[in-house]
């Protein structure tokens, strides 16, 4: 809860709203480095999936304006709703 505080001080309430996606899997990551959990081949299919999400959420607005991206905050070729 106090990382989720702690990043409305900088990012828009969307952005980090992406960021709880992250809290299993690092819960997971932290069970397989100090309790010996075993991970299974979905979960790091899963873990991957998630990563690259909020990846993509968060990295497309900011850069996609240098590319011309639709939606891209800053970009003059918005998507009509």
Known sequence: MFQGN???????????????????????????????????????????????GVWLSTAVPRCGRRFGLPGAQGSRNRVAM
């Open 6 to 52: 702690f990043a409305l001080l900088s990012l828009s309430s969307a952005e980090a709203a992406n960021f709880t996606n992250g809290v299993p899997v690092v819960g997971a990551a932290l069970a397989y480095l100090f309790l010996g959990k075993k991970l299974t081949s979905a979960q790091l299919v899963a873990g991957i999936a998630v990563v690259a």
